[in-house]
């Protein structure tokens, strides 16, 4: 795959943002005026939290954000605007008398000494209520994906998000509902609500264990009493739990945790940013899940990037790239997300430039390169006992380390045929001087091309001048 996200989508969040400010400094003494640490301020840092936390995810994530929100006539409104434009993220602001949602944290090392908040909860008005539902009717259509981020401070009204929801539902957009309180009835219909375990325990009405099976009962419960059409439970360490035509319980990754402020607020967004690109559910919650085992690893919140994902995906693709079981899985994933599969074939005994540059030109032909590698059987039938010179998993990951292939699958036939009749690629490609009708396997491919050898490079000459040195 060339990119993470090959485009660049529109992502609408809607909901409360909050600005949050951490004074960072050293604890040495405790005050003399009453038994409280004192701590000497070192950095004072402006971030950008809540659904304002959401937005900052998705535009590191390379995608377009627009934010809709509630903030106050005050400085720390004026602060949250320019950090919005200094992150390219658009937004609407519905202007209150409340003050603009605001979080101090205190603190020394990576331990929060103390926290002061500035809100107030804006009382229902229609007035309000009308501005909010103008601006989201103003940018719907100029979207690809919606996320509704709840931190019960009073934006996502029931009537609100009942709106949203349908006019979604109506055109067929995602509405991705992050929530807070105990009244879900607002957001019945949604595509998919992603709470923690200690949210689905208040909805739900009584202590729900951390444990596989006490959360699909009570995911399985809620998912079809609000009538969502997917629902996803995060579990701190135990990983996420999706629930979807099937339930899938996906591992946490090992990292060390600094601070999960704002945990939530990147598995969201990510997911927004692979469904929106083309992923399926899974495969944008499985990328979520990596994403939040990345910034619970920061102090503060931090959003995602955009590089710091695409290198955890490449260490995974790394260890992962050799298939040896689920072939059919991967298969089905790669055509639900709609990429364009090539497929070539080889010994692959010496890497050498030809090899190399042919690899290169049939990667240009799709979205992902499968190669298939002759096991150390078949090419000693095709090529002589005295091939290959090394040996397949020598050869299989030597293939799996280069940038332009996706995946590996060895091979025990002569030929191709069985796994290309299981793949059924978009291309097939052969090097050399092959004729197409003398291929096997094009009757599974929608189209066959034949890319030249370079002359000068071959494995046999390369063996035969390493023979003669």
């Known amino acids: 795959m060339n990119k993470l996200f090959s485009q660049e989508n529109k992502v609408l969040i809607v909901g409360?943002?909050?600005?949050?400010?951490?004074?960072?400094?050293?604890?040495?003494?405790?005050?003399?005026?009453?038994?409280?640490?004192?701590?000497?301020?070192?950095?004072?840092?402006?971030?950008?939290?809540?659904?304002?936390?959401?937005?900052?995810?998705?535009?590191?994530?390379?995608?377009?954000?627009?934010?809709?929100?509630?903030?106050?006539?005050?400085?720390?409104?004026?602060?949250?605007?320019?950090?919005?434009?200094?992150?390219?993220?658009?937004?609407?602001?519905?202007?209150?008398?409340?003050?603009?949602?605001?979080?101090i944290r205190v603190i020394s090392g990576a331990q929060q000494i103390v926290r002061v908040d500035f809100e107030e909860y804006v009382a229902f008005s229609q007035n309000l209520e009308d501005l909010k539902i103008k601006y989201v009717d103003e940018n719907f259509d100029d979207t690809d994906i919606i996320i509704l981020s709840d931190y019960d401070k009073g934006f996502v009204t029931e009537t609100f998000c009942k709106h949203i929801i349908e006019k979604a539902n109506k055109y067929n957009k995602p509405i991705i509902v992050d929530p807070k309180g105990k009244n879900w009835e607002k957001y019945r219909n949604a595509t998919i609500v992603t709470p923690n375990v200690k949210e689905l325990s208040e909805i739900i009405g009584y202590s729900v264990e951390n444990e596989d099976l006490a959360i699909e009962k009570a995911g399985l419960e809620i998912k079809k009493r609000f009538d969502f059409k997917y629902l996803l439970v995060t579990r701190s360490e135990k990983g996420i739990t999706f629930f979807g035509d099937s339930i899938e319980h996906i591992r946490t990754i090992e990292?060390?945790?600094?601070d999960v402020s704002g945990a939530g607020d990147t598995v969201v967004a990510t997911i927004a940013r692979g469904v929106s690109a083309g992923y399926s559910w899974i495969d944008s919650i499985e990328l979520a899940n990596k994403a939040a085992g990345i910034v619970v690893s920061k102090i503060g919140t931090e959003p995602i990037t955009y590089s710091e994902l695409e290198y955890s995906i490449q260490e995974f693709r790394e260890e992962n790239k050799i298939i040896e079981n689920d072939l059919e899985k991967i298969i089905n994933k790669i055509k639900e997300n709609k990429r364009k599969i090539v497929f070539t074939n080889g010994c692959f005994d010496i890497i050498h430039k030809g090899h190399i540059k042919y690899l290169q030109e049939a990667k240009k032909l799709g979205d992902i390169l499968i190669v298939g590698l002759n096991s150390d059987k078949s090419v000693k039938r095709l090529k002589g006992p005295e091939r290959p010179v090394k040996n397949q998993d020598e050869r299989a990951t030597i293939l799996s380390a280069l940038e332009m292939v996706d995946y590996v699958i060895v091979f025990n036939d002569d030929t191709p045929y069985a796994i290309l009749e299981k793949i059924k690629p978009n291309v097939l490609v052969k090097g050399g001087d092959y004729k197409i009708e003398d291929i096997v396997g094009t009757e599974f491919s929608q189209e066959t091309f034949v890319i030249p050898f370079i002359d000068g490079y071959s494995t046999s000459s390369t063996i035969r001048k390493i023979k003669l040195s």
């Open 255 to 258: 990292s060390e945790v600094f």
């Open 16 to 103: 409360d943002a909050i600005l949050d400010i951490y004074y960072s400094g050293k604890v040495d003494r405790v005050s003399p005026e009453a038994p409280v640490p004192v701590v000497q301020v070192k950095t004072v840092s402006n971030r950008l939290g809540g659904a304002a936390n959401v937005a900052n995810n998705i535009s590191k994530l390379k995608g377009k954000a627009k934010l809709i929100s509630f903030s106050g006539n005050d400085n720390n409104s004026q602060m949250l605007k320019r950090m919005l434009d200094e992150n390219e993220i658009d937004y609407n602001f519905v202007e209150t008398e409340a003050p603009t949602i605001t979080k």
